[in-house]
């Protein structure tokens, strides 16, 4: 009911919204997730018809192997047949990823989509820990729940499909010791998982996992198997435990991060710290757009001004947001 809620809501106010967030109107600078610009491409390449659009692109899921670079590059040669004069810019989450799209002769910038979280939705709490560890995923097979078969107190915080009934049930059938929730409102996240000693991350390949930042932020050490997606960029030894591909090393990840020594501020505090080179990445971008389009903007004392928390995109950032930076689709 409330994910439905949730739902309802945000189409209401999002009306005919397309996905993807404006920077500057002018010059004309938009940021998307590249999977949902190339589902929603001839819209919003309308929808920007008549300006040079600057088209940054975020990615949802990693293009860290040839084969995902070389998709890449048949879809930008799409855009540049349909559009000429449209600039393009992919926002890397690893330094392969930069190497590989960059190889495939697309500008490529190691600017990481977790440094686009704001800080400010997330908090420490001083709250009883009830579990050892939080799983804060999708229940979905690439997730590798039975990773934390071994973690003896263990809550799960996640939604399913339809198509996928078969591995919820299944899921929950191995974990009966387990406290789950279909989901969370994004301002109580931080609560949530203040109330286990670390966080899980079991995927062996996605996207860059906002949840992994997400529990950094909220002053909690975690557990990850490696991956591809990027998502250690933001790890250190100190509060981040790498475990094999093992229920018996991801339990041994757990105990461990249940001593860490690093206290909840400075785990913080150090993650905000590591994002600022990515920021200060991306103002530089914008800056060197609007020099060379011969328009007047100081890219980083307007920052407040433009950036939001995940610049709105796949997620729901409220009315204000939706009404002054939305892009719509031209009738």
């Known amino acids: 009911m409330i994910a439905q809620t949730a739902r309802f809501i945000k189409q209401l106010i999002q009306g005919d919204a397309l996905p993807a967030y404006v920077i500057f109107r002018e010059p004309a600078v938009v940021i998307s997730y590249f999977e949902d610009f190339v589902k929603?491409?001839?819209?919003?390449?309308?929808?920007?018809?008549g300006s040079k659009p600057h088209l940054i692109f975020q990615f949802g899921?990693?293009?860290e192997t040839p084969e995902r670079a070389a998709e890449v590059a048949a879809e930008a040669a799409v855009v540049h047949r349909l559009c000429p004069e449209a600039e393009l810019i992919f926002l890397c989450n690893s330094e392969r990823e930069v190497a590989l799209i960059a190889g495939v002769g697309l500008r490529a910038e190691y600017c990481h989509q977790n440094a686009f979280l704001d800080e400010g939705h997330y908090r420490l709490y001083d709250r009883p820990i009830k579990y050892d560890a939080i799983y804060l995923a999708r229940i979905t097979p690439f997730k590798r729940h039975h990773l934390a078969v071994g973690v003896k107190s263990l809550r799960l915080i996640g939604d399913h499909s339809p198509q996928e009934a078969g591995y919820f049930a299944e899921v929950m059938r191995a974990f009966p010791q387990a406290s789950w929730q279909r989901k969370v409102f994004s301002r109580f996240v931080s609560r949530a998982i203040c109330e286990a000693h670390?966080?899980?991350?079991?995927?062996?390949?996605e996207g860059a996992m906002f949840?992994?930042?997400e529990y950094l932020l909220s002053g909690r050490p975690l557990v990850s198997t490696r991956n591809l997606g990027g998502r250690d960029a933001f790890f250190a030894p100190a509060y981040a435990y790498i475990a094999e591909d093992t229920a018996d090393s991801v339990r041994d990840g757990v105990a461990a991060m249940k001593r860490c020594a690093v206290t909840p501020a400075e785990i913080r505090q150090r993650t905000i710290d590591k994002f600022q080179p990515h920021r200060r990445r991306l103002i530089a971008i914008l800056q060197d757009i609007c020099d060379r389009a011969g328009v007047k903007h100081d890219a980083a004392a307007e920052w407040p001004s433009y950036f939001t928390h995940k610049f709105g995109l796949r997620c729901f950032n409220g009315p204000r947001v939706r009404l002054t930076r939305i892009l719509k689709r031209r009738k």
């Not at 670390?198 to 390949?205: I, P, V």
């Open 198 to 205: 670390c966080g899980l991350c079991l995927s062996a390949e």
């Open 61 to 63: 899921w990693h293009r």
């Open 211 to 213: 949840v992994s930042a």
């Open 40 to 49: 929603h491409r001839d819209a919003i390449l309308k929808a920007l018809a």
